[in-house]
């Protein structure tokens, strides 16, 4: 039994995914106590003897990012100490992600691979995540990463709809590798968006490079945080003739104006995966929820029993 071998653990920030991920697994939640010291320290405290097993840590270092981060850091120490054979830090949402070089010139930390550095230096033997924002931060590890892809859990998702005259639009030039993706696997146009970012907070929106007019249009992107170049891409998208736009993201970060932009946006449907819980954030009937769960069981099932996961993006 995987219970007698495998135990899944996880932190504050997405108890519900990572309860879909066991009932996935058909596995009991492992049962670990993460709670805070009145000073604000963080506290772990481990409720089943894992010595000697294969323990996967459930953590996406969303906001609040530096409390998710420090409390991955921490079960991963905690379970080091307490002898596990291996420890897998299962991160949905990769933090720090976008931090990930020096532009030329520039006086600025290379803060993803910081990161990536005291996840090892925790005592952490292998990583899987979703949908890096940059795929090359794989190499930041000195340990192995598997990195899942969201792609067919989006374009499933669509597929059902059974639309017509579709055209995937993808924000910006860094996004189009995944905008490909989703358009072979709907069978649908390509366009994408010419986004120039000027600040951490201000992006300006160009031209789109593409036909767009009469058609349904899907936007995109890996990442919705302020949601101001998307709903700007997709008041363009309306502008230069589509009949329809829908924006899809895999992880729904949401801070600053981001909810107050998308619920005044001109989009019909918001199509976020769970990697980052969304309760409590934005309540709309516009708003899917489309669940990684499956995703990350396979991946976990397959690491644990030494065998491939498998090429699973489009």
Do not use: W
């Amino acid at each position: 039994m995987l219970s007698d071998t495998m135990v899944v653990l996880n932190g504050n920030s997405n108890h519900t995914l990572a309860a879909d991920i066991c009932n996935d697994l058909g596995l009991e939640p492992g049962r670990a106590e993460v709670t805070r010291f009145p000073d604000g320290e963080i506290s772990v405290s481990l409720g089943e003897d894992v010595r000697g097993k294969d323990v996967f840590i459930v953590q996406s270092t969303c906001p609040p990012v530096n409390e998710n981060l420090m409390e991955l850091l921490v079960m991963i120490d905690c379970v080091k100490r307490s002898s596990a054979a291996r420890i897998t830090a299962v991160i949905p949402y990769f933090g720090y992600a976008r931090q990930d070089r020096r532009e030329q010139g520039a006086r600025v930390p290379i803060t993803a691979k910081m990161v990536a550095n005291l996840i090892v230096a925790a005592g952490a033997d292998r990583v899987v995540t979703m949908d890096l924002h940059c795929e090359q931060i794989q190499g930041f590890f000195d340990i192995p990463v598997d990195h899942v892809y969201a792609g067919s859990i989006i374009v499933d998702h669509f597929r059902k709809k059974e639309m017509n005259d579709l055209v995937v639009v993808s924000p910006d030039v860094g996004a189009i590798k995944m905008a490909r993706a989703y358009s072979r696997g709907l069978g649908a146009r390509l366009a994408t968006v010419d986004k120039r970012r000027v600040s951490g907070e201000k992006t300006e929106i160009g031209f789109i490079i593409g036909d767009v007019a009469g058609m349904n249009a899907i936007l995109a992107d890996d990442v919705i945080a302020t949601g101001g170049s998307i709903t700007e891409a997709a008041r363009l998208v309306l502008d230069k003739g589509a009949k329809s736009v829908i924006l899809a993201c895999t992880h729904p970060v949401l801070c600053g104006p981001a909810v107050e932009r998308l619920l005044a946006s001109p989009a019909q449907e918001f199509a976020f995966v769970d990697t980052i819980p969304v309760d409590g954030k934005i309540s709309s009937d516009r708003v899917s929820v489309l669940s990684c769960a499956p995703a990350f069981g396979n991946a976990i099932r397959q690491i644990h029993k030494s065998a491939s996961i498998g090429r699973n993006s489009l």
